[in-house]
Nanobody
């Protein structure tokens, strides 16, 4: 079992930055690939970024590539999402998720956090 708790969301102006954190419980954190998804009002939850258990292999969706950076600290059981050059269309609830391997679909992740709101004003 893995429990996930996100933090770091908030309100920021367009062009600004935020860093999201996701703290995980359990002693097997490094065995899990970790991902960030987001869900805007009236839209389906979508993949944002993922990172392998070692932290060496990141993946990004096209809308965030070059602006967002996913990383993890296995000693702290924490995964991060550094978001730069934020745009109003990045406004969403951001969720972290865990799976035993890198996946891109919501249905393929076993564990989810409760989400943190990110609002980007224009």
């Amino acid at each position: 079992q893995v429990q996930l708790v996100e933090s770091g969301g908030g309100l920021v102006q367009a062009g600004g930055s935020l860093r999201l954190s996701c703290a995980a419980s359990g002693r097997t954190f490094r065995q899990y690939a970790m991902a960030w998804f987001r869900q805007a009002p009236g839209k389906e939850r979508e993949f944002v970024a993922a990172v392998s258990g070692s932290g060496l292999v990141p993946y990004y969706s096209d809308p965030v590539k070059g602006r967002f950076t996913i990383s993890r600290d296995n000693a702290k059981n924490t995964v991060y999402l550094q978001m730069n050059s934020l745009k109003p269309e990045d406004t969403a609830v951001y969720y972290c998720a865990a799976s035993l391997s890198i996946r891109y679909m919501v249905s393929e992740y076993n564990y989810w956090g409760q989400g943190t709101q990110v609002t980007v004003s224009s």
